[in-house]
């Protein structure tokens, strides 16, 4: 039988405590500068993350789009584990330049992931106030790319995951412009990628809830915004 503490098994416990020690090694053996964005995303995958990771080449794929130059990031759901995507957001910005604001409901994501440096702010609040509240710092037109993963996707009640990320997007938007990049994670294209039963709030067979399912019906999406990737997460870019 499998002990359960404060909602966490005993073996999750022990896996989480492993993961700690091998992120905290492979901190120190982090190389100064990364070359490439490929070079950035097969160091953090290995390191901090899975190299098989389903996000992968989604996250992947958005930070190609900064070109490697300066960039203003938006996060909205601080990730101090699993995809550890701030950590991937924060090494960018100390390799290529630029600010990075991460924002999550919970103390804990910051509190486990310690200083990231001088250009990266963690904040702890409600990411749709966060974002109704954040003015384009001096340098900046716009935000350059968003990760918006907040609000965790539950396959038997979907709706107030699916609810939550129109309200991000509806806050997001007019921070965006020509060229930015929002990558909405929890998406997925098919039903079968969710891997549980699906609590159906449409008629329609072939729906698939997930956190950016009302974003991609969104009329601006539409207008502006281009899928350049989209299986498990997706990845807009405004295009038009």
Not at 157 to 167: D, I, R, S, V
Request: proline share 5%.
């Amino acid at each position: 039988m499998v002990q359960i503490f404060g909602g966490e098994t005993v073996i999750s416990s022990v896996l989480r405590i492993r993961n700690r020690r091998r992120r905290a090694t492979a901190q120190k053996r982090l190389p100064a500068n990364f070359k490439n964005i490929e070079e950035l995303c097969s160091w953090h995958f290995r390191a901090f993350s899975d190299p098989g990771h389903i996000n992968r080449v989604g996250l992947t794929l958005a930070l190609r789009q900064l070109d490697e130059q300066p960039a203003l990031i938006i996060e909205t759901g601080t990730s101090a584990w699993g995809t550890d995507s701030t950590r991937l957001w924060a090494k960018y910005i100390q390799n290529f330049g630029g600010i990075f604001h991460s924002v999550d409901i919970r103390q804990e994501p910051s509190d486990h992931l310690g200083s990231l440096g001088t250009k990266t702010h963690l904040h702890v609040g409600d990411s749709v106030n966060f974002l109704q509240g954040f003015s384009i710092p001096a340098g900046y037109d716009k935000v350059n790319l968003a990760y918006l993963d907040s609000w965790d996707l539950d396959v038997t009640n979907p709706l107030p995951a699916m609810e939550h990320g129109l309200k991000e997007w509806k806050a997001l938007y007019p921070l965006l412009g020509p060229g930015s990049t929002v990558v909405v994670d929890d998406t997925p294209i098919e039903r079968f990628l969710l891997g549980e039963t699906v609590s159906s709030d449409s008629s329609d067979p072939l729906w698939v809830p997930g956190k950016g399912t009302l974003i991609l019906e969104d009329e601006a999406v539409r207008e502006h915004f281009q899928i350049i990737y989209h299986h498990y997460n997706v990845v807009l870019k405004w295009v038009r």
